[in-house]
């Protein structure tokens, strides 16, 4: 009987075990995302809102909006305790083109140009209180956001301002760092030291935020499937076993 009750607890660790790293990864970044923290510093902090749009665009000559501002497919994805993610496989980077990012929210609010690289596909975008010119209106301050990975290597749009001058949160010329999206150099993706809720959003968020019939939905197994996926489990080797000591 000792034997089967020790089967029995091993069995169950081990499942367990499995459970516990399979919830772990869901905590992780993905490079299939962009991250936003919203910014709390008193400063600067957003309060009062409920959506959170991300706004990509490729700048120069050939530049332009993947989206209109602040449309249904700007939508980021709330994951709760002050983080959103918003979903860049749909869209079509060129390896040769610049581009840059602005979060917002249906208040006014919204963060200063930031560059965006290969390199950032998976970070986090955080406001850390800094504020500079806002380059359209020179009365007016913008909220510095930077990248938390890649901070060091990636940096705010350098642009002219309304009067004519430069307009530079870190010092850093755009001719100083390798802007094309396809770079290879730098700072490779790590996951930050902050857990981040993947959590999807349930059917009818998701539905409201994508394209009835362009975009497919998201499948996502929830943590409590595989709990309950190993209670079966067990009982049914907690069964099999009774059965084979029976027959002996």
């Known amino acids: 009987m000792k034997r089967v009750f020790c089967l029995i607890l091993a069995i169950l660790v081990l499942m367990l075990s499995a459970m516990t790293f399979t919830v772990s990864a869901e ?9 936003f923290q919203v910014p709390t510093a008193s400063n600067i902090a957003w309060k009062n809102f409920s959506i959170v749009f991300c706004h ?5 000559n050939d530049g332009g909006d ?4 602040q449309s249904k497919n700007e939508r980021c994805i709330d994951l709760e305790n002050g983080y959103w993610a918003y979903d860049v496989t749909g869209l079509e980077f060129k390896e040769d083109s610049t581009y840059a990012v602005i979060f ?6 919204q963060t200063y140009n930031l560059t965006l690289t290969s390199d950032c596909l998976g ?3 955080v406001c ?17 956001a930077r990248w938390l990975t890649n901070r060091d290597t990636v940096h705010p749009v350098a642009q002219i301002g309304s009067e004519g001058g430069m307009v530079d949160p870190d010092g850093i010329s755009n001719d100083d760092i390798d802007l094309s999206f396809g770079n290879s150099e730098g700072v490779s993706i790590e996951f930050p030291e902050v857990e981040v809720p993947t959590e999807a959003p349930t059917p009818e968020e998701t539905e409201a935020q994508s394209e009835p019939e362009e975009e497919a939905e998201t499948f996502f197994v929830s943590p409590l499937w595989f709990i309950i996926g190993g209670v079966i489990l ?3 080797v907690v069964v099999i076993i009774v059965l084979v000591i029976r027959k002996k």
């Open 104 to 109: 917002s929210n249906e208040n006014g609010l």
């Open 56 to 60: 990509i665009w490729s700048e120069g």
């Open 128 to 144: 850390d209180g800094d504020t500079c010119v806002n380059p359209v209106d020179s009365a007016k301050q913008c909220t510095v």
């Open 234 to 236: 067990l009982a049914v």
């Open 27 to 35: 905590d992780k970044t993905s490079s299939d995302y962009i991250y």
């Open 123 to 125: 970070d986090i975008v």
């Open 66 to 69: 993947f989206y209109a501002w």
